[in-house]
């Protein structure tokens, strides 16, 4: 391919960076680790970490579309896992997992009517969520794990809602390629994308084009809200346990997989895939360093070494693509 259409498109699309570094980590990791690290158990484990991590993503890039950001998703991840949990053993799983995702949707919608109708910025809205509901889950657990006793795993709610696999994935997996494909959907075939992308690009612009830029904003964050919540369920029902800890310092591993992915924090522009191979990008930075035996207290310090690093790289990619 000439290098000239090769620009074009790496500047037409802007999740082929980040997937192109994916490609290299990929290979530099099986290189270094002697074959270790690249096997289909540990391939299938990083799948199924991005799975419920990937749907807080894409809640997170659909708010960050809008200009605006939410990092209280991990906190509505930990409340809803334990919400599902205790809930799942007095009523049907599917009902447990309604009720958690409406928690995450009223969370999704307090954090958006605040933005939109006090003004407070975002960060500050949502920052102060994620301490609430964090103290909440905490509180509620009193530092103990909620748990479901593995004989009580039976049925075909808990199979579909992340405690089945098919083969060798978990069923969470499915989800996330249907949450994908629905929200590819809504983006690029309905007004909603249009508007949410609009919203994010020049507000004053769309307000002048009749866009009810609030709505649409509060439309993100309750979406975000409910999959970071539904992400908790699946987690959970994997798990078949979950503490007051569930979820935390992952709202900040969701904004990254964004920015790797392509999606600008300014807002206007959004690529649900590249968020996801972001997503993947990180499960496999963490998972190649737990393989090669890093110590605890190194592995957040190499890990965003690692991000930083792989971002630049994207940056520079981007760079020579729209360079002439």
Known sequence: MPAANLKNLVGRHAELGIILIA???????????????ANFYNISTIVQVTATLGLMTLGVALVIATGEIDISVGSTFGIASLVYLWLSLRIDPAFAMLAAVAIGILIGWFNGILVTKTGTPSLIVTLGSLMIFRGLAIALTSGFAFSIPYKARNGLSYFILGGGEIFGLNTAIIWLVLALIV??????????????????????????????????????????????????????????SADGSMGRLMELQAIAACVLGGCLLAGGRISLAGALVGTFVLSSIQSYLVVMGVRPQWF???????????AWGDRLLRQWALSR
């Open 23 to 37: 490609v290299l980590l990929i290979f530099a990791f099986s290189v270094s680790s002697g074959g270790i690290w």
């Open 183 to 240: 929200l590819t959907i809504m983006l690029k075939y309905m007004r909603w994308g249009n508007r949410l992308l609009a919203t994010g690009g020049s507000r004053e612009s769309a307000r002048s084009r009749g866009v009810r830029t609030d709505r649409i904003k509060l439309s993100a964050f309750v979406l975000c809200g409910a999959l970071a919540a539904f992400g908790g369920v699946l987690e959970a029902g994997k798990l078949g």
């Open 300 to 310: 957040i310090l190499l890990l965003g070494i690692i991000v930083v690093l792989a």
